[in-house]
């Protein structure tokens, strides 16, 4: 068996690229992901594409710079399933955890779901730190075409981009 090379680029995500991302979530999810577009022209949030050279994105994910003060909180990651295990999210964290960076800001946060453990090994292989728990909840499409509830219980993480090490989930400030 012989690796194969995948040479990535992450850019800002556009409208332009949202027919091509059905991967990553249902109608309505993509929908949601539209809205959030208007957000990043606002500038308060980042929304990335990990591209192919041909442009085509292969993991999406943003950073929302209101959530907690003084931190950048990713959300919405996600990896084409096929190449999954392949780098790709790792790529996208590390270009999130630059623009937060690049915003002055020292700390990344997200919640992961507690039933995920693959994902939350990924983000403690990169440094981040559990410090809490939260519920979360969003509307998704059921396979009978419903509209439902899923909730859920995430484990709180954080990162110290500055490299210092996490102090009790609060965002110790200099």
Same mark, same amino acid.
């Given at each position: 068996m012989t690796g194969m090379t995948l040479t990535l680029s992450v850019r800002d995500l556009t409208h332009d690229?949202?027919?091509s991302c059905g991967w990553s979530g249902s109608a309505l999810h993509v929908a949601h992901v539209?809205?959030?577009l208007e957000r990043a022209r606002r500038g308060e949030v980042d929304y990335l594409a990990v591209c192919l050279p041909s442009?085509?994105?292969v993991a999406i994910g943003g950073v929302d710079y209101r959530v907690k003060e003084g931190a950048g909180t990713l959300w919405q990651l996600a990896v084409h399933p096929a190449l999954?295990? +392949?780098g790709i999210g790792t790529f996208l964290i590390e270009a999130a955890e630059q623009r937060i960076a690049a915003r002055g800001l020292r700390r990344a946060e997200l919640g992961v779901e507690e039933d995920n453990p693959r994902a939350r090994a990924l983000y403690e292989r990169l440094g981040y730190v559990a410090f809490g728990r939260s519920p979360d909840a969003w509307d998704e499409l059921a396979p009978d075409g419903t509209l439902r509830r899923r909730e859920t219980m +995430?484990?709180?993480?954080?990162k110290d981009l500055a490299g210092d090490a996490v102090r009790n989930g609060a965002g110790a400030r200099d």
């Open positions: 690229d949202l027919p539209a809205d959030e442009g085509a994105p999954q295990s +392949c +995430c484990t709180d993480m954080a």
